[in-house]
């Protein structure tokens, strides 16, 4: 008598086991909800549509290119919260948030071109003119370092060398005022104190200057 009741819950147990795991196949098996996500990533400037724009949503497999018409589109988007991720050579870095719902989400995009000038085999990024002339202590330790534009905020005084480049390519890169610039590259020591490089613009004559000089500023980066 009790082989059978033993019996009888045996299989009573793996009956409810077996549903169970069916339900859990089951559950499984359910499709994920999902959405688009789609938009348009135009100049900042221009408000033209931009081509060629990398958009990628972090952290999954969806990744394209804008058309000539600027338009981006992802498909069968998993419900969630994401980063959007829009870059292009030469442009401003943009990252912004997008929630997916089981619909069509739009989410547009600004960049802005950025200034650059080729040098020993990398392209530079190059900041707005800084707005004022500054010591070299607080340009370096700072400004350039508090620094944050066009989405990125790694930038640096230029050495001596990229700022001559600079100097070379100012009517392409634009907005250099006819004042002295202040280089990164470390000159001599004098009898009043030590001097760095820097570059008149309006006739591209190298001086030395003391830390304690108030000279202009334009950080860069590189960009590759």
Known sequence: MQKKTKRKKNIITLVVLTLTLMTLGA?????????????????????????????ELLSTDHKTQTGADGWYKFTEVNIGEYELQVTKQGYSF??????????????????????????????????????????????????CQELTVYGYSDWRLPTKDELQQMYIDKDKIGGFLDKVYWSSTYSRRASSGDLYYCILFSTGDVLEGLPSSFLHVRPIRIEN
Do not use: W
């Not at 499984?28 to 958009?55: A, F, H, R, S, W």
């Open 27 to 55: 559950s499984c098996q359910k499709k994920q909800e999902t959405g688009t996500l789609y938009g348009i990533i135009t100049d900042k400037v221009t408000g033209e549509p931009v081509k060629g724009v990398n958009v």
């Open 94 to 143: 943009v990252k912004s948030q997008v929630s997916v719902q089981n619909n069509s989400v739009r989410s547009d995009a600004q960049i802005e071109f950025v200034p650059t000038f080729q040098y020993n085999g990398h392209t530079y990024m190059v900041a707005p003119d800084a707005g004022g002339a500054m010591i070299l202590t607080y340009a370096h330790y700072s400004y």
